[in-house]
DNA sequence: CGATTTTTTGAATCATATCAACGTACGTGG
DNA sequence: CCACGTACGTTGATATGATTCAAAAAATCG
């Protein structure tokens, strides 16, 4: 039983606690441990991540080896490569704890068979999926407005829990700064 | 009758054509001009369009006065400020006709109703914006992977579509560079 | 405490922006 | 169908925000 996502679901949709029962049966819960890996790119992206506990965050690997996160999944996200993940292809990205982390993993036949046994659930999940892809087009619009410097102050302004419980240098790849830039900036702040 | 959306539905989901002449009902035929203006910035964001033919494109108007163009839609895309949508909050977009075009427009309320007339069609648009979701998460990895330089060129020869029937000046400010840059980028890759 | 991880510093360099001016093309009305 | 005006694209000179690299300092963790 799993307090966290039935209340998610109930913030969208209305899902009694004995159909719960049954959805939650759907799922597998992990622990996952700092640094732990829950994906790889170039491998099958065959699940989907709620985060009850911790943060995950998903990177790739650039050309010259670098790692660059590129999303964040915090309690109460899904996480997933999700254009890999329909499309069945093999992923881009890595996912990783950031935290020791509880998430409830979903597989994507299982959540097929869910989806068909609970249809409810197809609102809740396109809900989660348009404001999900309209903070993406939001972020968007940061990254093209703003110079290095005042995103980055957005951001930590904006989502002071992030700069707590992240580390500057995921930040700063996150948003797309060297970790070094971020550095000067903060102490020219400073000053 | 739309063709477009018909099969654009039965993409995703199984849609009778006579399920289709009532869906139908529930949307306008919207024909707009080359730089007609659909949704301002500012204004509540109540309606989504499908476009049918032709080209639109959202931007926001930066803080220097520019506009910096953060989507497109060409045929088959559905284009709205998702967050401004399901928020019922004023957007930070606009929304204008990049060629003429057509699109069918349906406002939140009539969506609502839709939805729950045709709840088949929840599992439509859960995929639709999971694809949209995963897609911009695709092109953020091209953003912070990239060179302007490379993602320019990267883009170009992914999409040729766009080079041939958009701006040159408006894929340089999708793609968060200035319009002089992509000049004497192409001018040295052409020598 | 030592070892690893994260942050800082400084100097040199480069990619990209900015500004201003000019060239070109296209589409609209006469 | 020409001509004019507006929209779009190019060029070059200059400026700067941000990166890169190398190394040290600080913080965290077992």
Redesign the pocket.
Known sequence: MSQQLFEHLNRFVQISKGDFKDIIEFFEVKKVEKKEVLARAGTLCNSIFFVEKGCLRMYFISE?GIEQTIQFALENWWMTDDLAYTERNPSDFYIQAVENAQVLSISYDQQERLLHTFPQLEKYFRRVYQIAYGSSIRKMKYLNSF???EIYFHFTAHFPEFAQRV????IASFL?????????I??KKRS
């Open positions: 010259k110079s290095k410097e580390p500057q240098y995921l797309g700064l060297t970790p070094e830039y971020v550095s000067e903060r102490a």
